[in-house]
T-cell receptor, first 111, second 115 residues
Framework: SQQGEEDPQALSIQEGENATMNCSYK?????LQWYRQNSGRGLVHLIL?????REKHSGRLRVTLDTSKKSSSLLITASRAADTASYFC???????????FGQGTRLTINP | KAGVTQTPRYLIKTRGQQVTLSCSPI?????VSWYQQTPGQGLQFLFE???????NKGNFPGRFSGRQFSNSRSEMNVSTLELGDSALYLC??????????????FGAGSRLTVL
């Protein structure tokens, strides 16, 4: 299956803390993307990491990729209330015709 | 530049009716994908259009159909609505078809409620 599985399903932390979400997948990939979805809205692309990259940063986001373990993690540092959202990973296999999303991790940042 | 525009944002229909949803992609994007999102099933791929041709289709019944116009705008239609069709329908555009290294830009969605 092309689908990634996010873990945990839900995460609740205090504002200012770091949040870590994980994604596991089953097949070899070309790259992996992370998206964020605020409640009832569309998804927003956060970051794309290629299979030959191990780590990538974008502002307060840090994504790691371990192809040997077929897993990725998304770290949000110094969380803010605005980070409250669902986060989805999308592993992209070679020749994939579509992005397939899992159930996501629902992150809640408490003030 | 303008983002992906979906209309209408909210609509209520009754069982048996049909509905048409519209999506205008980002200027220059020629690929449009549609997803259905429900609490139970999550995000499910409906279909993708590129250059007015359906390139890929998800596992949905024939009641779900779509099309793309020469200006890349896309519509999806659901006929004979069922209660289970209540969902957030998301449209996403990209420069080229397929997943590959494409990044999808999503619209805000059309929230359909079937009574």
């Amino acid at each position: 299956s092309q689908q990634g599985e996010e873990d945990p399903q839900a995460l609740s932390i205090q504002e200012g803390e770091n949040a870590t979400m994980n994604c596991s997948y089953k097949t070899s990939i070309n790259n992996l993307q992370w998206y964020r979805q605020n409640s009832g809205r569309g998804l927003v692309h956060l970051i794309l990491i290629r299979s030959n990259e191990r780590e990538k940063h974008s502002g307060r986001l840090r994504v790691t990729l371990d192809t040997s373990k077929k897993s990725s993690s998304l770290l949000i540092t110094a969380s803010r209330a605005a980070d409250t959202a669902s986060y989805f990973c999308a592993p992209i296999i070679q020749g994939a015709q579509k992005l397939v999303f899992g159930q996501g991790t629902r992150l809640t940042i408490n003030p | 530049k303008a983002g992906v525009t979906q209309t209408p944002r909210y609509l209520i229909k009754t069982r048996g009716q049909q509905v048409t949803l519209s999506c205008s992609p980002i200027s220059g994007h020629r690929s449009v994908s549609w997803y259905q999102q429900t609490p139970g099933q999550g995000l499910q791929f409906l279909f993708e259009y590129f250059s007015e041709t359906q390139r890929n289709k998800g596992n949905f019944p024939g009641r779900f159909s779509g099309r793309q116009f020469s200006n890349s705008r896309s519509e999806m239609n659901v006929s004979t609505l069922e209660l289970g069709d209540s969902a957030l329908y998301l449209c996403a555009s990209s420069l080229a078809p397929g997943a590959g290294a494409n990044v999808l830009t999503f619209g805000a969605g059309s929230r359909l409620t079937v009574l």
